[in-house]
């Protein structure tokens, strides 16, 4: 009985230890991948203040992070309070960027310590005009100034409407830059690319009048002000200093991307004159999408960015329905239809599973949804040229 009561106390003990020791930061280190490094207390209340977290009541319920992965509570009501304790040797670089790589989170409060014992607070969050942030940045960064020699423990207090996926990093101001330096580009041709197929279809349907191209234009488009939405350039660039409009835009847009593309699935399959029952199906989602889209404005946030996911799951799953019935009827451009919605399929289902917590946040995970509408977009343009191409040939045919 002794033994179990002891056996207990010891791995309690070592849990806590675990969960509170600093990390190192050495001469000449320029960056801290925090995965698993940032213990956290759940705050259901939303009651909790810094003062409170220096009880030893309080201070046992922080929980250690899994290893190797970023925190992710999914859709949560809760405020979350992380700890991340830090020992900086002599000779360590001492100013330093906390980023949170996920601008989509209303509201994220810093607290480091100051030269006088105290500590200093900084917010950033998407509910904040982009002026009003410590750092600017499309992601949410925090200047933080650290003492050598000596232990010290930042606070982190994030709450959020939305999914609560907290990927961080702790940089030196030139390891960011240069880290932004490298992945800068990989966003503008991932942009330029789907920017350039919305125009050229745009183009397309002004010569030729069918509307399939303008849906197409269009889901591009909407996909576009989405990503970089999610990416945090639409509240960097576009409207800075809207952040009602900027908190609301990222899953509106998402939605409204599913209801030009489900009008689009719609025309390129023809459904309403070869598969009736789809088509009805297909319709159910239009409408479904067209009241998401006004959803993040209308009703609660929270509820409102669930239902865009799961409609986004369901169409994706529909839309492969309808690749593969066309393909066995072997519809014109039906093969490439089929493979695009596949990969948007995955890239959907991924991080949709991520939104809910059922995936850890990792690079594959939080850019599932750009490889595969990348990927989508390219494949369902080369879908439209085959169809062309094929109802052209049976035209010539005929003749």
């Known amino acids: ?13 070592l849990y806590a230890a675990a969960a509170s020791a600093a990390w190192e930061l050495e001469p000449g280190a320029d960056r801290l991948p925090l995965e698993g490094k940032l213990a956290y207390l759940e705050d259901p209340s939303r009651q909790l203040t810094l003062a409170d977290l220096t009880h030893p009541a309080v201070n046992y319920r922080f929980n250690a992070s899994p290893a190797h992965e970023s925190l992710n509570f999914g859709y949560s009501a809760s405020a979350y309070w992380l700890r991340l ?8 670089a001492r100013e330093w960027l906390l980023e949170f790589a996920y601008p989509s989170l209303d509201s994220v409060e810093v607290f480091a310590p100051d030269a006088n014992g105290g500590y200093r607070r900084l917010e950033a969050g998407d509910h904040q005009p982009f002026s009003a942030r410590p750092y600017p940045h499309r992601n949410l960064v925090f200047p933080v100034a650290l003492l050598p020699g000596k232990e010290q423990v930042i606070y982190v207090r994030v709450t959020s409407d939305g ?4 990927p961080a990093t702790l940089w030196t101001p030139e390891a960011l830059h240069q880290n932004d330096l490298r992945t800068y580009p990989l966003f503008a041709l991932y942009y330029g690319a789907l920017g350039a197929l919305a125009i050229y279809n745009l183009l397309l349907f002004f010569l030729i009048r069918d509307r399939r191209h303008l849906e197409y234009a269009a889901f591009a488009g909407c996909m576009i002000i989405g990503q970089a939405s999610l990416n945090g350039f639409s509240n960097q660039f576009l409207w800075p200093e809207s952040p009602v409009w900027g908190n609301g835009v990222f899953p509106a847009a998402m939605a409204a991307t599913g209801f030009f593309g489900a009008l689009f699935t719609r025309s390129f399959l023809e459904t309403r004159r070869t598969a009736p029952g789809l088509d009805k199906l297909v319709l159910v989602c239009v409408a479904w999408f067209a009241i998401a889209a006004v959803g993040p404005f209308v009703f609660p946030y929270r509820l409102a960015a669930i239902n865009v996911s799961l409609s986004g799951i369901s169409f994706a799953l529909l839309a492969v329905a309808g690749g593969v019935l066309c393909l066995m009827r072997n519809g014109p ?22 939104n809910f917590g059922w995936l850890p946040t990792n690079d594959l995970t939080s850019y599932a949804m750009q490889i595969g509408s990348a990927l989508e ?23």
Do not use: H
């Not at 039906?334 to 599973?353: E, K, M, P, Q, Y």
């Open 1 to 13: 009985m002794y033994r179990r009561i002891f056996a207990l106390f010891l791995c309690f003990f």
């Open 377 to 399: 977009m390219l494949l369902l343009s080369s879908a439209l040229a085959d169809r062309i191409n094929s109802i052209r040939k049976e035209k010539e045919r005929a003749q």
């Open 85 to 92: 304790p830090l020992q900086v040797e002599p000779g360590a």
């Open 163 to 166: 999914n609560l996926t907290m």
């Open 333 to 354: 451009g039906a093969r490439f239809f089929l493979i695009a919605w596949a990969l948007l399929l995955v890239g959907v289902a991924v991080t949709g599973a991520r």
